[in-house]
């Protein structure tokens, strides 16, 4: 079956601007998890959402928001773009939700660089 | 609150050698364990994981990790190196409550011919 799906793959902005990125999960998967990764701060937890409600959510500011859709679908969206956003940003999707996720399959990844 | 500790930002070894990758961990509760490989320009993908079951977790691609509660560590190893082992490799920990997955800043694994 298709994997974890994650649009765009590659995106540039400026600072001050707005993007939204989009996850489709595995079919059946309800659970979706974002992560940010840079070479600094490696992999951070950034939210999760099941059944449409999130769930989780890591230490960033307002800025960063996110939803889910009936379709489990899911999209995050980062508001007043600063240089520090640039990042790799990771989806993933599960079964289950927390603790009792199991085995998360990570989508590609959207690279997102702001200038 | 929980975190994780790779030890070695890089570790190289010689093809058909012993791999071990070094990961200590910090929960306050007793958690579940992964380790997940990330070739480049791709997502990541679990090797294995321990959830309290049997100590010694075996996983894809010939990779094997031990639990040690005494030591709170959660190394992974691999008998012999393929060139194909070559890619940045994660260890993490779910402590339960609302941190979600808590990963470490990763070990790059170089295969030398």
């Known amino acids: 079956k298709a994997g974890v799906t994650q649009t765009p793959r590659y995106l540039i902005k400026t600072r001050g601007q707005q993007v939204t990125l989009s996850c489709s999960p595995i079919s059946g998967h309800r659970s979706v998890s974002w992560y940010q990764q840079t070479p600094g701060q490696g992999l951070q937890f950034l939210f999760e959402?099941?059944?449409?409600?999130?769930?989780n959510k890591g230490n960033f500011p307002g800025r960063f928001s996110g939803r889910q859709f009936s379709n489990s679908r899911s999209e995050m969206n980062v508001s007043t773009l600063e240089l520090g956003d640039s990042a790799l940003y990771l989806c993933a999707s599960s079964l289950g939700q927390g603790r009792d996720t199991g085995e998360l399959f990570f989508g590609e990844g959207s690279r997102l660089t702001v200038l | 609150a929980q975190s994780v500790t790779q030890l070695g930002s890089h570790v190289s070894v010689s093809e058909g050698a012993l791999v071990l990758l070094r990961c200590n961990y910090s929960s306050s509760v007793p958690p579940y364990l992964f380790w997940y490989v990330q070739y480049p320009n791709q997502g990541l993908q679990l090797l294995l994981k321990y959830t309290s079951a049997a100590t010694l977790v075996k996983g894809i691609n010939g990779f094997e990790a031990e639990f040690k509660k005494s030591e709170t560590s959660f190394h992974l190893t691999k008998p012999s190196a393929h060139m194909s082992d070559a890619a940045e490799y994660f260890c993490?920990?779910?402590?339960?409550?609302?941190?979600?997955?808590?990963f470490g800043k990763g070990t790059h694994l170089i295969i030398q011919p």
């Open positions: 993490a920990v779910s402590g339960g409550g609302a941190d979600g997955l808590t």
């Open positions: 959402y099941f059944s449409e409600t999130q769930r």
